[in-house]
């Protein structure tokens, strides 16, 4: 009941903050997303006995969220500033071993939230049809692997990270998703061909099922159930969008690859 009683205001909310919010108001709405995504992976990095350095990381994330144009230099800058806090974190029970280890997961988490958000707002400068297709996809293919898999699944796809998703449910989830992307996309958008839709599909629940998989792995590494406690009986916000954040930087390179993105 509660998962239901979440849900039936959090589809209203994304689909409206996609379709029907101004720009402004969806970027914001954006930078509110990735903070509170942020925040959760900081508490799991912080579980793991690593230095997490939450102030510093928003705001860098923030700045590479509303940059407008990114070059390979803040990238640097951002690598230049996680080693100086490393260098300032170490300490005489974990050393260096554990000053680059929170360095490394300081910038890792930068690049997995905020480029993640940043391609959101990139696809729907787009047209919101293709940030939707994004996030949606994910849904579809998670309906299809939790139904399917609880009924015909077998042989477990990853025991030690995730002991209850099987081989079967990620098939499903990947049929389903491509299935949605060749009912949709060519309706939303015509002059995408049926070829180009299902393969966008498909690479897209694949990266899905991968930042799943990579968001299960960080909880297992922090020996934490969930990433939060916002979202009842959903958990966080990370589990929520933990596939959406894969799976939305995937469709925008390969429509950048395609030449249809900027």
Request: aromatic share 12%.
């Amino acid at each position: 009941m509660k998962r239901l009683l979440t849900a039936a205001w959090l589809i209203p909310f994304g689909y409206s903050s996609i379709f029907l919010s101004p720009q402004p108001i969806f970027v914001f709405i954006v930078a509110v997303l990735a903070l509170l995504c942020y925040r959760e992976y900081v508490r799991l990095v912080q579980h793991q006995g690593l230095a997490a350095f939450p102030l510093p990381g928003a705001v860098l994330g923030v700045l590479l969220l509303v940059r407008p144009n990114l070059a390979w230099t803040d990238f640097l800058v951002l690598s230049i500033v996680a080693l100086g806090l490393s260098l300032r974190s170490v300490d005489g029970e974990h050393g260096f071993r554990g000053s680059f280890a929170s360095a490394a997961a300081f910038t890792l988490g930068i690049l997995y939230i905020f480029t993640a958000w940043r391609a959101a707002i990139g696809l729907r400068a787009l047209s919101p049809h293709w940030l939707f297709f994004g996030v949606a996809l994910n849904w579809a293919g998670d309906a299809a692997a939790y139904y399917f898999g609880r009924a015909f699944g077998k042989r477990r796809l990853a025991p030690l990270i995730s002991p209850n998703k099987s081989c079967e449910g990620a098939l499903a989830s990947l049929a389903a998703s491509v299935l949605f992307g060749c009912i949709y996309l060519p309706q939303v958008l015509p002059p995408l061909s049926l070829p180009a839709a299902a393969l966008l599909a498909l690479a897209g629940n694949v990266a899905g099922q991968l930042g799943d998989l990579a968001e299960s792995a960080l909880k297992r590494a922090a020996n934490q159930k969930d990433s939060g406690t916002m979202l009842s009986g959903h958990g966080g916000w990370l589990d929520r969008l933990d596939s959406s954040l894969f799976s939305m930087p995937t469709v925008y390179w390969l429509l950048y690859s395609f030449g249809l993105a900027p």
